[in-house]
């Protein structure tokens, strides 16, 4: 399943959300009905139950019985999935996972899908930060707000729209001139050849290994190659000159100045943003400055022009919250917002 999810990364069209065709299967009319304090009818297939997601942006609690003096069990986070079993008066009743029995919530501190969103204050949590390749990173048990170089800015899909027509785009697509052969790329630097051979590209195996040529930079004098591996895939840079490499976690976007980079890696295991940001010296030298995992957002960034710095300086992105990244058929979510950064 991973493996499909990282291959839609390199190759899904974007359509809807203006990112993804309408290909999701349809929605079931027959949901089972919710009686009293029973559990609902097919409750045995996860399929067949209704789903709800915790509203209230405070979160809330599981309760032991249904009444608000009844004693509370774990607590239960903003976007939290629940699998509703039956209803009794103002509560539904569902499984506690980490108790294994029933247990009661509140229908008021519940809703539907369409009801989780990003609020501005979400969009700095992270839960790991490192300053430099030099630094270790730092992880954080609980999510803390990024407090240096990147200010986060929701807005509507009429900015988002009008921004994009004002992109800026370093790469040059000339994905003619370089054409892999029985499974080899060859890049022809001016110091040595580099070379890189698709492995098992045909299979699933672990040790795959499929490589594309994107282009290039021209000031940079940098080849983009990406590469698509088992559950993993990355972009790299070649020095035309040198064939010395440079990895990134996905697809680098160079600022309108010249002087920065930022790579936005989707993480679909841990349900989080890699966002990596980089300078660009005078000898065209890069660097990373900082590597943070945002917890509360994920990028749609299916196709490179998805994503994109503006002639105005600020970097573009689709996103949702994580909770609403899929939707219930498990594709893409076709409704998103979007957010700009300003490097500060």
């Given amino acids: 399943m991973m493996r499909k999810f990282i291959s839609l990364l390199l190759l899904l069209p974007l359509v809807g959300c203006q990112f993804f065709e309408k290909k999701n299967a349809s929605q079931k009319s027959d949901k089972p009905e919710v009686v009293t304090d029973t559990t609902l009818k097919n409750g045995e297939s996860n399929s067949s139950k209704i789903v709800k997601y915790v509203i209230d942006r405070q979160g809330t609690w599981f309760k032991e019985k249904p009444e ?8 239960m986070q903003y976007g939290y999935r629940i699998e509703i079993e039956g209803e009794q008066g103002d509560y539904y009743k569902a499984m506690n996972y980490e108790t294994g029995n029933y247990a009661y919530v509140l229908k008021s501190k519940v809703g539907d899908l369409s009801q989780i969103s990003l609020i ?8 790991l930060i490192q ?11 609980e999510a803390i707000a990024l407090d240096t170089l990147i200010s986060f800015e929701l807005i509507d899909k009429s900015l988002y729209e009008k921004a994009k027509k004002s992109a800026v785009d370093f790469l040059l697509r000339d994905t003619l001139s370089i054409v892999k052969k029985n499974n080899v790329i060859t890049l022809p630097c001016l110091d040595s050849i580099v070379t890189f051979k ?22 940079m004098n940098q080849f983009i190659v990406s590469g698509s591996y088992w559950e993993a895939y990355d972009y790299k840079w070649i020095d035309k000159k040198t064939g010395k490499e440079i990895s990134f976690s996905d697809f680098p976007y160079i600022s309108p100045d010249k002087k920065r980079i930022i790579s936005v890696y989707t993480n679909p295991y841990d349900e989080v943003v890699e966002l990596s940001l980089y ?7 890069v660097k990373e400055i900082l590597l943070a995992h945002f917890t509360n957002w994920m990028a749609y960034n299916q196709q490179e022009d998805a994503i994109f710095w503006s002639s105005d300086g ?24 979007y957010i700009r950064i300003k490097i500060q």
């Fill in 68 to 75: 608000e003096s009844s004693e509370n069990q774990n607590a």
């Fill in 120 to 127: 501005a204050s979400d969009l700095d949590k992270i839960s």
């Fill in 131 to 141: 300053k430099g390749e030099q630094h270790e990173p730092i992880f954080y048990e």
């Fill in 198 to 219: 698709d492995i098992n590209p045909n299979s699933d195996s672990d040790n795959q290994q499929v490589y594309q040529y994107k282009g290039q930079i021209e000031f």
């Fill in 279 to 285: 300078t660009i010296d005078d000898n065209l030298q």
């Fill in 314 to 337: 600020y970097f573009y992105i689709p996103v949702n919250h994580r909770v609403k990244f899929w939707n219930e058929s498990g594709n893409f979510n076709e409704k998103c917002q």
